[in-house]
């Protein structure tokens, strides 16, 4: 029976022994549940981030494409108002000759007139002198005549 006691001891401290064990193992499981748990949570939380990133990309592209697209329109309007500029200078450039030949036109035609005023003048002048000649011719010549 030493045997049997000694035996039944051996068994009873081995089964101890398992118990704890399992304890054990029971323990871990549920420390490693709990940590998947929180793994899983944070994966979940890390997908929700993901897809928000994601939306918020997708935004900011499309809002780099609307402002690629304002930027043409604007050069295109660039390119435009230049041309317009171009125009502007070159009616101006040409406006301004006209002017200039114009104006110069004028000076002849003023310095012309004042010949002509000083011509009309000089003809005004002389044909009062030869008015004056001429009744002074009819009044010799009817004293002559007398």
């Known amino acids: 029976m030493n045997e049997l006691d000694i035996a039944l001891e ?3 401290g081995a089964n101890e022994e398992a118990h704890q064990t399992v304890k054990k193992h029971q323990r871990s499981i549920k420390d490693l549940q709990n940590v998947l748990e929180q793994e899983q ?3 979940d ?3 929700e981030g993901l897809i928000q990133a994601e939306r918020r990309s997708h935004a900011v592209a499309n809002e780099l494409e609307e402002a690629k697209t304002q930027l043409e329109h604007a ?3 660039r390119r435009c108002a230049e041309q317009e ?3 502007v200078v070159e009616q101006l450039a040409d406006s301004t000759l006209q002017n200039q030949a114009l104006q110069s036109s004028r000076r002849k035609l003023d310095s012309e007139m004042q010949t002509l005023h000083a011509d009309l003048e000089d003809m005004i002048g002389e ?3 030869a008015e004056d000649r001429a009744k002074k011719a009819m009044i010799d010549a009817a004293r002559l005549a007398d």
Do not use: C
């Open 41 to 43: 949570l944070q994966r």
């Open 75 to 77: 050069d295109r309007q």
């Open 10 to 12: 051996h068994s009873n």
């Open 127 to 129: 044909s009062r002198i």
């Open 45 to 47: 939380k890390a997908r």
């Open 85 to 87: 500029l171009s125009d």
